[in-house]
């Protein structure tokens, strides 16, 4: 797999927009970090129109960008036999139903049991490497504790191509979340921004200078005291349900850092026999970068999240 990637793309934006390029590239290039980018665009490896460009340059719409990805120091990540649900697997991508506890790609001290380590098995060289070399493979992710569906990108074009569907926001993900609290409403939309916490620099929450998020929900069941729902995502903020339900004050059951009520512990979890919070991503639907063939794929709720709704 070659180390050092060049990238050719004319920028998308319009006028009105005006985004920093290091900004910009963070929404194109799914899965590359926005401190990754100012780096690489900081030697020199991101010209605009055949000039180097800075960080900070407002985007007008039109320009020619090509961005060098450099080859990065070899990093061992053990490739570990771990069992994978594949839902879906060609010689491009695959399509996995990740189980709740497993975190996606190492980092902070994690260099094992993650899902690139067993991917790292399964796939062995057939990983992309856009994201870099902690994350071969991955375009989007889940949160440890949340279960459900995920794509993973086995070459370069059908990870660029994945990565500008979910940017334009044409591929979709749904998720089901099990709120603790009854919500009045049978459906609407939750548009606010979110951002890094102020104080708390470890979580998200809702904050004017975050980036715009949007969720649309649809009430499936109530119960006195929990609502089950069905959540599409328009844009994909980090632990953005998770913030959004807790900002209307009915978070998702078993979140131990949103949820300040009855379930949101480890001790709660326990209590209702499940693994990690009631979120799961149960529909995955985008275009094959590469054949065009249109995809759909759903995820039913795993067995100790459906076991809570079929007792309450």
């Not at 920028?11 to 980018?37: A, C, F, N, P």
């Not at 693994?275 to 249109?294: C, D, R």
Request: a positive charge.
């Amino acid at each position: 797999m070659s180390q050092e990637r060049q990238i050719e793309f004319s920028v998308d934006v319009s006028e009105r927009e005006r985004l920093r390029l290091d900004l910009y590239l963070s929404l194109k290039l799914e899965g590359m970090s926005r401190s990754r980018l100012q780096k690489i665009i900081e030697s020199g490896l991101v010209s605009l129109d055949g000039k180097p460009v800075k960080a900070s340059y407002k985007l007008h719409g039109g320009e020619k960008l090509v961005v060098t990805i450099p080859e990065e120091s070899p990093l061992a990540l053990p490739a570990q036999e771990i069992d994978l649900e594949i839902v879906f697997e060609d010689r491009f991508l695959a399509v996995v139903n990740k189980p709740a506890g497993m975190i996606t790609h190492p980092g902070s001290g994690v260099r094992e049991g993650t899902l690139v380590n067993a991917l790292l098995h399964h796939c062995q060289d057939s990983l992309s490497g856009i994201s870099g070399v902690l994350r071969p493979g991955i375009v989007h992710r889940l949160d440890k504790d949340t279960s459900g569906l995920l794509v993973i990108a086995k070459e370069d074009r059908t990870h660029l191509g994945l990565s500008e569907q979910i940017r334009a926001k044409t591929a979709g993900r749904v998720y089901l979340a099990l709120l603790e609290g009854a919500i009045r409403e049978d459906s609407g939309t939750i548009n606010k921004p979110v951002g890094r916490h102020p104080i708390h620099r470890q979580r998200m929450a809702v904050t004017e200078s975050g980036r715009a998020a949007v969720s649309h929900f649809q009430v499936l069941r109530r119960w006195p005291a929990y609502s089950l729902v069905r959540v599409a995502l328009e844009t994909g903020r980090t632990h953005q349900i998770r913030v959004h339900m807790a900002s209307l004050g009915l978070p998702v059951v078993g979140d131990i850092v949103y949820n300040h009520k009855h379930t949101g512990s480890l001790a709660a979890r326990k209590r209702l026999g499940l693994t990690g919070q009631a979120l799961h991503a149960a529909f995955l639907s985008f275009t094959h970068p590469i054949t065009g063939s249109l995809l759909e794929f759903e995820a039913p709720l795993p067995g100790d999240f459906q076991t809570l709704v079929d007792g309450l």
